[in-house]
């Protein structure tokens, strides 16, 4: 098994692009290529996902454990002949300045897996010898096996780049790419457009491909990524009598971050998952016995939710069921009782929890977050499960709403009440993943087969 990981000095280096650009190319030469991302991010994922057409996982060592991102790395890498993990921020950013927790650097080393460095080129010379140097020696068990060298001017730059890190090292693989702006891809608020809306052409895709082969020496860094690949059996729970709970995922342009893993230990537990899409769909799929409502762009459709006079009645009822119902970030605000957008345009929602939610013009609460449970709901009292927590949007009311969780933050170290709960209706800000705890998804396969046998609906 063949593996790399594309990582970088900071953000905005290229990473996303080279990634999807050493996919292309991979895939042309025939490779069945499996991609990875590190860290919470959902977006880049998706694109990943449209290339290489196999789920993007999230490997995560903050939220998941060691064994739980060995175990999503090495299934999903079954029947693939190379992994291409892009990594996030700086190679070695985590959670702190004095720990490699939660860094790509930590991925790299518990997989055995070498990396790709992709330096922003654009206004260095020889100085980016001295850079990756700094990078190489860090720390010397993280390997950086080669240098792409991004936003080159040309070929006479290029050459100047490489002969600095040639004497850096000559036994670096290095290469390069020049500046193309048709390769950018739109950003927003939160990050880059979602696959669904807008993602490289397959022209694009051609050029990024093209271009990787042309300026990187490909076959030498095929031949030097060679990692561990221990031959991994799941592990699955043993079927349940009652057989496997249907749960419905919302999933279209206004719900589209979920975690691949997390749907798949969900799987694991005993559950059929069944896409809807609320922005399409006139109700909801038949026999479902819970609901999932992930994170996204409600606010951009916000009108189209709002008329979707079937669905919301089918919602409605379905909680009064009381079976469960689980919304996060953005299916918080679809779950609330009204959104006001930010043009003070008030649109109803399914009302299911007693919030107000208005947008913002910046990020509120970003980065990793820790929730503690203080009553029985999602999870049992007593539970703390980490998560990630990144909206631009805040309750202004929630009338009364029973909360259920605390809610610690990372990066700012604040605490505030949270979890949101009504009847057997949970929402919270924070993306949790299913993979992180079994018990997670355990209980909300466990809460669905119990509001099944309530409400009498065959298996």
Same mark, same amino acid.
């Given at each position: 098994?063949?593996?790399?990981?594309?990582?970088?000095?900071?953000? !905005?280096?290229?990473?996303?692009?080279? +990634? /999807?650009?050493?996919?292309?190319? *991979? $895939?042309?030469?025939? #490779?069945? %290529?499996?991609?990875?991302?590190?860290?919470?991010?959902?977006?880049?994922?998706?694109?990943?996902?449209?290339?290489?057409?196999?789920?993007?996982?999230?490997?995560?060592?903050?939220?998941?454990?060691?064994?739980?991102?060995?175990?999503?790395?090495?299934?999903?890498?079954?029947?693939?002949?190379?992994?291409?993990?892009?990594?996030?921020?700086?190679?070695?950013?985590?959670?702190? !300045?004095?720990?490699?927790?939660?860094? +790509? /650097?930590?991925?790299?080393?518990? *997989? $055995?897996?070498?990396? #790709?460095? %992709?330096?922003?080129?654009?206004?260095?010379?020889?100085?980016?010898?001295?850079?990756?140097?700094?990078?190489?020696?860090?720390?010397?068990?993280?390997?950086?096996?080669?240098?792409?060298?991004?936003?080159?001017?040309?070929?006479?730059?290029?050459?100047?780049?490489?002969?600095?890190?040639?004497?850096?090292?000559?036994?670096?693989?290095?290469?390069?790419?020049?500046?193309?702006?048709?390769?950018?891809?739109?950003?927003?608020?939160?990050?880059?457009?979602?696959?669904?809306?807008?993602?490289?052409?397959?022209?694009?895709?051609?050029?990024?491909?093209?271009?990787?082969?042309?300026?990187?020496?490909?076959?030498?860094?095929?031949?030097?990524?060679?990692?561990?690949?221990?031959?991994?059996?799941?592990?699955?729970?043993?079927?349940?009598?009652?057989?496997?709970?249907?749960?419905?995922?919302?999933?279209?342009?206004?719900?589209?971050?979920?975690?691949?893993?997390?749907?798949?230990?969900?799987?694991?537990?005993?559950?059929?998952?069944?896409?809807?899409?609320?922005?399409?769909?006139?109700?909801?799929?038949?026999?479902?016995?819970?609901?999932?409502?992930?994170?996204?762009?409600?606010?951009?459709?916000?009108?189209?939710?709002?008329?979707?006079?079937?669905?919301?009645?089918?919602?409605?009822?379905?909680?009064?069921?009381?079976?469960?119902?689980?919304?996060?970030?953005?299916?918080?605000?679809?779950?609330?009782?009204?959104?006001?957008?930010?043009?003070?345009?008030?649109?109803?929602?399914?009302?299911?929890?007693?919030?107000?939610?208005?947008?913002?013009?910046?990020?509120?609460?970003?980065?990793?977050?820790?929730?503690?449970?203080?009553?029985?709901?999602?999870?049992?009292?007593?539970?703390?499960?980490?998560?990630?927590?990144?909206?631009?949007?805040?309750?202004?009311?929630?009338?009364?709403?029973?909360?259920?969780?605390?809610?610690?933050?990372?990066?700012?170290?604040?605490?505030?009440?949270?979890?949101?709960?009504?009847?057997?209706?949970?929402?919270?800000?924070?993306?949790?993943?299913?993979?992180?705890?079994?018990?997670?998804?355990?209980?909300?396969?466990?809460?669905?087969?119990?509001?099944?046998?309530?409400?009498?609906?065959?298996?």
């Amino acid at each position: 098994m063949k593996g790399i990981l594309v990582a970088a000095p900071g953000s !905005g280096a290229g990473k996303t692009t080279v +990634s /999807a650009a050493l996919m292309a190319a *991979l $895939g042309k030469r025939g #490779l069945a %290529v499996q991609p990875f991302k590190c860290g919470p991010d959902f977006i880049d994922p998706g694109h990943h996902a449209l290339i290489c057409r196999r789920p993007s996982h999230n490997l995560d060592t903050w939220m998941l454990s060691a064994e739980a991102n060995r175990r999503i790395f090495l299934s999903a890498c079954r029947h693939a002949d190379v992994a291409v993990v892009e990594g996030m921020m700086g190679l070695f950013d985590g959670v702190a !300045g004095n720990s490699e927790e939660g860094s +790509s /650097a930590q991925i790299a080393k518990l *997989l $055995g897996l070498p990396v #790709l460095l %992709v330096v922003d080129a654009s206004a260095s010379a020889r100085s980016v010898a001295a850079l990756v140097h700094g990078f190489r020696s860090f720390d010397p068990e993280t390997r950086v096996l080669g240098v792409l060298l991004n936003r080159v001017a040309g070929a006479p730059h290029a050459e100047m780049l490489m002969d600095a890190l040639r004497e850096c090292d000559p036994k670096l693989i290095v290469g390069w790419l020049p500046h193309e702006n048709d390769l950018h891809l739109n950003e927003r608020y939160l990050g880059l457009q979602t696959a669904g809306e807008r993602s490289w052409s397959n022209d694009a895709l051609d050029l990024m491909a093209g271009l990787i082969e042309r300026h990187y020496p490909l076959d030498r860094l095929l031949e030097a990524c060679q990692v561990a690949s221990p031959e991994y059996v799941d592990q699955l729970p043993p079927t349940s009598p009652d057989g496997l709970v249907r749960i419905g995922v919302a999933r279209d342009r206004a719900f589209c971050f979920y975690y691949e893993a997390g749907l798949d230990e969900l799987r694991r537990q005993g559950a059929e998952i069944v896409e809807f899409s609320p922005l399409a769909d006139s109700g909801l799929p038949a026999n479902l016995d819970a609901l999932y409502f992930g994170g996204g762009y409600p606010e951009l459709y916000a009108e189209t939710l709002s008329g979707g006079k079937g669905l919301l009645s089918d919602l409605r009822e379905f909680a009064l069921a009381e079976k469960p119902v689980y919304g996060e970030c953005g299916g918080l605000i679809f779950l609330g009782r009204q959104l006001i957008a930010k043009n003070g345009v008030n649109w109803p929602m399914a009302g299911l929890l007693p919030l107000s939610i208005e947008m913002t013009d910046h990020l509120v609460h970003f980065g990793y977050a820790e929730i503690e449970f203080v009553a029985d709901g999602l999870a049992v009292k007593g539970a703390r499960l980490r998560g990630h927590s990144f909206h631009c949007s805040r309750v202004v009311s929630d009338g009364e709403a029973q909360k259920t969780a605390i809610v610690h933050y990372s990066l700012s170290k604040q605490s505030e009440c949270e979890g949101f709960t009504a009847g057997n209706v949970f929402g919270s800000y924070v993306h949790l993943h299913f993979a992180a705890d079994p018990s997670l998804a355990e209980r909300f396969v466990s809460l669905a087969r119990s509001a099944r046998t309530r409400c009498g609906v065959a298996s």
